[in-house]
């Protein structure tokens, strides 16, 4: 049974960072590319940033571009996503994901989801 559970949301005021964690268990991890997606209400899925499964490829949404970091420890079957210099609007339900082969911007080409965990920015 494939597990993805993501961690280390919370509440935190404009301009400062977070770092969110998701460890997988019941799939060839190394094997597979990770994405992270985020959720605001109302709001649709969207792409925050991702990486290949030797983490020698990445990609980011624009709005994130220098203030995000993504990265993956495949020794412990974990993706991160360092999050710096948050804004409100970075405010929503973040979630990873994990498919095989390459990364993609699409949420609908990702085989596994965790839970997510929410990411509030106050202002």
């Known amino acids: 049974q494939v597990q993805l559970v993501e961690s280390g949301g919370g509440l935190v005021q404009t301009g400062g960072s977070l770092r969110l964690s998701c460890a997988s268990s019941?799939?060839?991890?190394?094997?597979?590319?990770m994405g992270w997606f985020r959720q605001a209400p109302g709001n649709e899925r969207e792409f925050v940033a991702a990486i290949s499964w030797s983490g020698d490829s990445t990609g980011y949404v624009d709005s994130v571009k220098g203030r995000f970091s993504i990265s993956r420890a495949n020794a412990k079957d974990t993706v991160y996503l360092q999050m710096n210099s948050l804004k409100p609007e970075d405010t929503a339900v973040y979630y990873c994901?994990?498919?095989?082969?390459?990364?993609?911007?699409?949420?609908?080409?990702?085989?596994?989801w965790g839970q997510g965990t929410q990411v509030t920015v106050s202002s």
């Open positions: 019941g799939l060839p991890f190394s094997s597979y590319a």
């Open positions: 994901a994990a498919r095989t082969w390459s990364w993609n911007r699409s949420p609908g080409m990702y085989n596994y």
